[in-house]
């Protein structure tokens, strides 16, 4: 049988197999690299994150230079046309990527993979054992220790959500820090946060707007 050309995959199997390539600059990527998105009878797309989904598939980098021209790429490689703009497609990828954190982070949690607070984590991370670091954005100056803003710098660490919210994770009313114990799991865990952190601005009228290692939006002079 000869071997099928590149087309919007039919289903999940494949994206978990196969190289693909970006719908908007052509260039190759792994699946986790990428992100599916899937054609509803409606002739708009949403993200599938897990790539789980069956249906229609294509996939773009999570980057604003393919996401600008998502709704373009996405009609050619579906053969109809998209009616998402580029500007939706962001805000329902930033959108399914917080809810995609969050319950990353309740899977940590389960599995006695993350550590609470400032010392033990510190302590986790000295070790080499605490892969990645969240801090609350309305965490303290005080929390931000010397070993903490290294890591921030080296880009280990990020603030991400309020102290109510890392909280939740854990399950105490405020938490101000949280490692991540496992090296994948902290991968997937900042590259959602860097797709929750995107925002329509960056792909409207040209406008450009870089995200610091701090978490919070720069824009360019």
Same mark, same amino acid.
């Given at each position: 049988?000869? /071997?099928?050309?590149?087309? @919007?995959?039919? *289903?999940?199997?494949?994206?978990?197999?196969? =190289?693909? /390539?970006?719908?908007?600059?052509?260039? @190759? +990527?792994? %699946?986790?690299? !990428?992100?599916?998105?899937?054609?509803?009878?409606?002739?708009?797309? =949403?993200?599938? $994150? *897990?790539?789980?989904?069956?249906?229609?598939?294509?996939? $773009?980098?999570?980057?604003?230079?393919?996401?600008?021209?998502?709704?373009?790429? !996405?009609?050619?490689?579906?053969?109809? #046309?998209?009616?998402?703009?580029?500007?939706?497609?962001?805000?329902?990828?930033? &959108?399914?990527?917080?809810?995609?954190? *969050?319950?990353? $982070? *309740?899977?940590?949690?389960? #599995?006695?993979?993350?550590?609470?607070?400032?010392?033990?984590?510190?302590?986790?991370? #000295?070790? +080499?054992?605490?892969?990645?670091?969240?801090?609350? /954005?309305?965490?303290?100056?005080?929390?931000?220790? @010397?070993?903490? &803003?290294?890591?921030?710098?080296?880009?280990?660490?990020?603030?991400? +959500?309020?102290?109510?919210?890392?909280?939740?994770?854990?399950?105490? @009313? &405020?938490?101000? =820090? !949280?490692?991540?114990?496992?090296?994948? $799991?902290?991968?997937?865990?900042?590259?959602?946060?860097?797709?929750? !952190?995107?925002? %329509?601005? #960056?792909?409207?009228?040209?406008?450009?707007?870089?995200?610091?290692?701090?978490?919070?939006?720069?824009?360019?002079?």
């Amino acid at each position: 049988m000869a /071997a099928r050309g590149r087309t @919007p995959s039919d *289903g999940p199997s494949a994206a978990r197999t196969r =190289v693909r /390539a970006c719908a908007a600059c052509q260039k @190759p +990527g792994e %699946p986790d690299e !990428l992100v599916r998105w899937v054609l509803g009878p409606d002739g708009h797309v =949403v993200p599938d $994150l *897990g790539a789980r989904a069956f249906g229609r598939g294509a996939w $773009l980098h999570p980057a604003p230079d393919c996401l600008r021209k998502a709704q373009s790429a !996405l009609s050619r490689s579906f053969r109809t #046309q998209v009616l998402t703009s580029a500007e939706e497609a962001v805000q329902l990828l930033s &959108e399914a990527a917080g809810v995609q954190v *969050g319950r990353l $982070l *309740g899977q940590a949690k389960r #599995q006695g993979l993350l550590s609470e607070g400032g010392t033990l984590t510190e302590e986790a991370y #000295q070790e +080499g054992r605490a892969s990645a670091i969240l801090v609350a /954005a309305d965490a303290g100056r005080a929390t931000l220790k @010397p070993w903490l &803003e290294r890591a921030i710098e080296a880009g280990r660490a990020r603030i991400w +959500g309020t102290k109510d919210e890392l909280g939740r994770f854990w399950g105490r @009313p &405020e938490v101000a =820090v !949280l490692g991540i114990l496992d090296q994948r $799991l902290a991968k997937r865990v900042f590259g959602g946060i860097a797709m929750a !952190l995107l925002a %329509p601005e #960056q792909v409207s009228r040209g406008k450009r707007i870089e995200t610091s290692d701090r978490g919070l939006a720069t824009e360019d002079e």
